[in-house]
């Protein structure tokens, strides 16, 4: 059994810094668990091009505004507290926040702990494991 709190983890290596937001992992690819799972916050006014080529991503929001659009049809959709979306298909898109928003995160194949995104938006398949 894996229990752990968020607290505890923000104090850790489980704690990733980028430009625009942060995440917290608390289950990664070394937990065994086939994906993992993080909650990520996206700061107020940040505005993300992301494409993950080599992860599937489902994304609940918690709290906070914003929008997500599909930059293959340029589709807008709003984020709020409920909202979920999934990227089925390796969907290029870009997040904008309005406000500070929590978001409950689930890639597969599952991340190793260190990842930031790469100049294409993505996250490479084998980066750094956290250490514990």
């Not at 390796?90 to 309005?98: E, G, M, Q, S, V």
Request: with cysteine; proline share 3%; aromatic share 8%.
């Amino acid at each position: 059994m894996i229990v752990r709190t968020l607290d505890v983890a923000d104090e850790g290596e489980r704690r990733v810094v980028s430009n625009g937001w942060e995440s917290t992992r608390l289950l990664l690819k070394n937990d065994g668990m086939g994906f993992s799972f993080h909650i990520t916050t996206i700061y107020a006014g940040a505005d993300l091009g992301m494409h993950y080529q080599n992860h599937l991503e489902s994304v609940y929001c918690i709290s906070g505004e914003g929008e997500i659009e599909d930059l293959a049809d340029g589709k807008v959709y709003p984020v709020k507290p409920g909202t979920i979306y999934a990227l089925n298909n390796h969907d290029k898109h870009r997040l904008r926040a309005t406000t500070e928003m929590k978001m409950a995160c689930v890639f597969n194949p599952p991340l190793h702990g260190k990842e930031v995104h790469n100049d294409q938006g993505a996250y490479e398949l084998e980066a750094e494991a956290v250490q514990e």
